[in-house]
């Protein structure tokens, strides 16, 4: 039966009615039912979750909850640990895969191990003056909300300079991140995943010679600070992965200081001498088994991703960068 009958009894008009009812119905359900479709495809569009992998995004970069303060402070005296233990015990776990990394502090540690005595001792006072009288100044950037709103916690590792001589820092940013974390009740801050700089000629400079601090990059910037020891000084313990190639550049101090003092640390000198000929090579350096084994980037906190290199710990399983973990003090310092 057409619902168009035109002329129909009464009951088959009922019935034409019913059925053409039931036909506005069914088209309407019809119609329903595809928009029903459209619209579960188009809600169901967004809620289909996209598994494709993301790096994380560096909260620094986000706008903070609250108007922030800040202090500064310059890294001023390290503590450099004298057993592997300690290492273990002080260091961040920068990569994210469940152990501390301190590559960077072993591979000091070894070497001092190699050297006299007096030596190895005036090797933490040459760092510390580095950074004292303006070859390394290395300034951390606290900042916490003024008005006290929420805990957040932000710090930034900088290279500073002092042109004017003022006494007044000048610092040198180029894009670093902060890292960011949360103050506690008693004022302690802990912040991770930001990117920093670090002086690493300045901290594997045996002789204290180098007027060059070689600053480097790095990622996975995570800071802690911690007690005021006095008149503002505090306990620092600060970890970050330095870009691929970083350690190389100590290789032409340590190579010199070799050449020059081998006295200083007779049985490496020797060791590394391969050619015997009484210097210590860059490429002696570098080829040795130990030595390559000690300046191989040792963590994965980058990635690529669209065409760029990220950070995206534990990733690719490759690892890029060399993990520098230290303990010091940090004094309070003002900065322009
Ligand atoms: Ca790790
Ligand atoms: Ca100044
Ligand atoms: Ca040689
Ligand atoms: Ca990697």
Not at 27 to 44: E, I, W
Not at 170 to 178: A, L, Y
Not at 269 to 277: E, F, G
């Given at each position: 039966m057409s619902f168009d009958t035109p002329i129909m009894s009464r009951r088959g008009l009922n019935r034409a009615a019913f059925s053409s009812t039931r036909?506005?119905?069914?088209?309407?359900?019809?119609?329903?039912?595809?928009?029903?479709?459209?619209?579960?495809?188009?809600?169901?569009?967004?809620?289909?979750?996209?598994?494709?992998?993301?790096?994380?995004?560096?909260p620094g970069v986000a706008e903070p909850p609250c108007q922030l303060k800040q202090e500064a402070f310059a890294i001023s005296q390290l503590n450099l640990p004298g057993s592997s233990t300690e290492l273990r015990d002080t260091a961040f776990d920068l990569d994210l895969d469940g152990r501390p990394d301190y590559g960077i502090a072993s591979f000091r540690l070894a070497l001092s191990s190699q050297l006299s005595a007096p030596v190895a001792s005036d090797w933490r006072n040459h760092i510390d003056a580095a950074l004292a009288d303006g070859r390394a100044t290395w300034i951390l950037v606290a900042e916490v909300c003024a008005d006290g709103s929420s805990d957040h916690a932000r710090?930034?590792?900088y290279r500073a300079t002092d042109a004017d001589g003022d006494g007044v820092f000048?610092?040198?940013?180029?894009?670093?991140?902060?890292a960011v974390g949360q103050r506690d009740a008693i004022g302690h801050i802990l912040a991770t995943e930001g990117t920093g700089t670090a002086p690493i000629v300045t901290l594997f400079d045996p002789l204290g010679r180098a007027q060059d601090a070689g600053w480097v990059s790095g990622s996975a910037l995570s800071v802690e600070l911690g007690p005021v020891i006095s008149d503002g000084t505090r306990v620092v313990r600060l970890g970050l992965a330095l870009e691929h190639g970083a350690l190389d550049r100590v290789v032409p101090p340590l190579a010199g200081f070799l050449t020059e003092d081998a006295s200083s640390a007779p049985g490496l000198?020797?060791?590394?001498?391969?050619?015997?000929?009484g210097a210590v090579s860059e490429e002696e350096f570098r080829t040795n088994v130990v030595m390559k084994a000690m300046l191989a980037d040792d963590v994965d906190v980058l990635a690529d991703y669209e065409g760029k290199t990220v950070y995206w710990p534990s990733r690719d399983d490759?690892?890029?960068?060399?993990?520098?973990?230290?303990?010091?003090?940090?004094?309070?310092?003002e900065i322009e």
């Open positions: 036909g506005v119905r069914l088209r309407s359900l019809r119609h329903l039912g595809v928009g029903f479709m459209t619209l579960t495809l188009l809600l169901s569009t967004p809620a289909c979750r996209d598994d494709t992998p993301r790096p994380p995004v560096l710090v930034g590792l000048e610092m040198v940013r180029n894009g670093q991140v902060p000198a020797r060791l590394l001498d391969s050619n015997t000929d490759q690892n890029d960068s060399s993990s520098l973990s230290l303990v010091g003090l940090a004094r309070r310092v």
